[in-house]
């Protein structure tokens, strides 16, 4: 499978990405706001998009499904309770495949940041067996990072998907989310846990960050730099006690730091 990471150079800075199966030139279009930069880079390279999908229902994942579907005679996927998707075709449930050519993705069901959000997991690449998985979260999941909830969403919920399904994952897993917040997650990582050092590390290394080409993470290393991943950190609880008073015999202390964590950065 070929993987176009497509940088949006716009305030929300959104990652579009363009999949393909090199064998049968068929590609699926992710979450394709910059419609245009899509469009050219599947006739550059003789792709037939045939599916697009919305890993949710907020506009910057929507805007170029209309667009697209002008030039290529495409399925649009999203979860099956989503609303206000343009060209809406195909509802999606958990565990539902996702094929386009010879290549495969599984629909995972990860509420949180919105109520009706997928993200889409590829393990197996028939042509080339040694590709490591990789996952494309949507606003689930950020390099360093969680997504908000303030839009739609329930922080119970993304804690619940944090922890019965992201956490699950292969360390090895390739991660590609819908927006570049390396940089700033990192440093909100610090501000939480100063004495982390391979957050100190990575931020040495992209200096400068160019999104355009950007640093992929694996969930291994998202272990290691992203605090919604290191709940039993003491340094993250101990911090967190104190501004907050949690009570580590009462309360699910995990839970709890991950509520926490996430008001935080919502001011931060």
């Not at 393909?20 to 068929?26: M, S, V, Y």
């Not at 197996?124 to 979260?137: K, L, V």
């Amino acid at each position: 499978m070929r993987i176009h990471q497509i940088y949006v150079d716009n305030n929300l800075r959104n990652y579009n990405y363009l999949l393909a199966c090199e064998n049968t030139r068929q590609a699926i279009a992710i979450d394709p706001l910059d419609h245009k930069r899509i469009n050219n880079l599947a006739l550059e390279h003789n792709y037939i998009i045939t599916k697009i999908v919305n890993t949710h229902d907020h506009h910057d994942h929507i805007e170029g499904n209309l667009p697209l579907l002008e030039n290529w005679d495409a399925e649009v996927l999203a979860h099956h309770q989503a609303s206000h998707i343009p060209g809406f075709t195909t509802g999606v449930f958990p565990g539902d495949n996702i094929n386009f050519g010879d290549q495969n993705l599984v629909a995972l069901d990860t509420p949180g940041h919105t109520l009706a959000h997928i993200c889409l997991l590829f393990t197996d690449d028939q042509a080339n067996p040694e590709q490591a998985p990789a996952f494309f979260s949507g606003d689930t999941l950020f390099n360093a990072g969680a997504g908000n909830c303030h839009n739609g969403g329930d922080v119970n919920l993304l804690y619940e998907t944090f922890v019965n399904q992201i956490y699950n994952l292969d360390d090895g897993t390739r991660l590609y989310p819908g927006h570049d917040y390396l940089i700033n997650n990192c440093q909100f990582t610090l501000d939480r846990e100063p004495d982390n050092v391979a957050a100190k590390l990575l931020l040495e290394q992209l200096k400068p960050h160019d999104p355009n080409n950007p640093h992929i993470t694996t969930l291994g290393e998202e272990k290691t730099i992203n605090s919604f991943l290191r709940l039993n950190s003491k340094t993250i609880q101990q911090k967190l006690q104190q501004e907050l008073a949690l009570n580590p015999e009462i309360d699910n202390i995990e839970k709890a730091v991950f509520v926490a964590l996430r008001e935080k950065r919502n001011q931060w």
